[in-house]
């Protein structure tokens, strides 16, 4: 069987030793950058590899683009074949954020054409508590050879999403804190607010209060809610880096609703040009 939006602990746990099965720790803190990587040295899941956000899983930043632009392709394809990922391989990916930096290498992957890809619920807070082990031993990787077969319509560039929010085409989704979104409070950006348009949505809400999804029905009744008569494949995600956009993403593929995009820009590209709009009211 594979597994392609959530995996639980307790399936994963038997398949610690299987050669197929690979395991990479995505944990990251936006205040400390290698403060994931310190925590995964320091004791992880057996076997994982670790993923991290700014070096292997975006590119580097320029003027015009957001805080976390999407990795070169043809790196991250070499990345995964270093980490041992060929196209059998069934892939999970954990952090210690209940998903919010793992949805990121989950949705990397779902745009390279690759669906065996699954976030472990409730990631490794929820492990521990279990009682399952960690190590501190780094994996034996042997290299393989992925190949992707990458989707054309996954992400929107911020002309697209201006342009079909104008013609009212799309829902656009942040999963940025209230207080962010509402421009009360910013601790990132050097602009506040939001897309004029967009809903807000903050990711949290995908969760239960020990961390883990709710479930498929909840969501899909709540996500129905905030979207009303579009279809999944005209909601599009937006953050401020592009990257808990993801979680909201992954929550309605767990509800069901299949088909939703990305602004991988999001918020802090979309501020870099000074001539598009931005909002603090909800709209």
Known sequence: MNYNTLISAEI????????????????????????GFSAYRHGHIP???????????SSRIT?????????????????????GIDNNSQVVVYDDASGAFAGRLWWLLRSLGYDKVAVLD?????????GYPVTTILPTIKAS?????????STLTALEVQNSLAQKTICLLDARAPERYYGKHEPIDPVAGHIPGAINRTFQLNLESNGLFLSAEDLRSQFKQ????????????????GVTACHNLLAMEVAGLTGSKLYAGSWSEWIRDKNRPTATKCT
Not at 122 to 130: I, R, V, Y
């Open 63 to 83: 003027d015009f683009t957001g805080r976390h632009p999407l990795p070169n392709m043809k790196a991250l394809v070499n990345k995964l074949g270093d980490w």
């Open 226 to 241: 905030l979207i009303g008569d579009k279809n999944p494949q005209q909601v599009v995600h937006t953050c401020g880096s």
């Open 122 to 130: 409730g990631g490794n807070k929820h492990w521990q508590k279990l």
């Open 12 to 35: 994963l746990q038997p398949h610690l030793n299987d050669p197929n099965w690979i395991i990479i720790d995505c944990r990251f803190s936006l205040a400390d950058t290698e403060a």
């Open 47 to 57: 076997n994982a590899r670790y993923a991290h956000l700014n070096n292997d899983l």
């Open 145 to 153: 050879v992925f190949r992707a077969y990458p989707t054309d319509n």
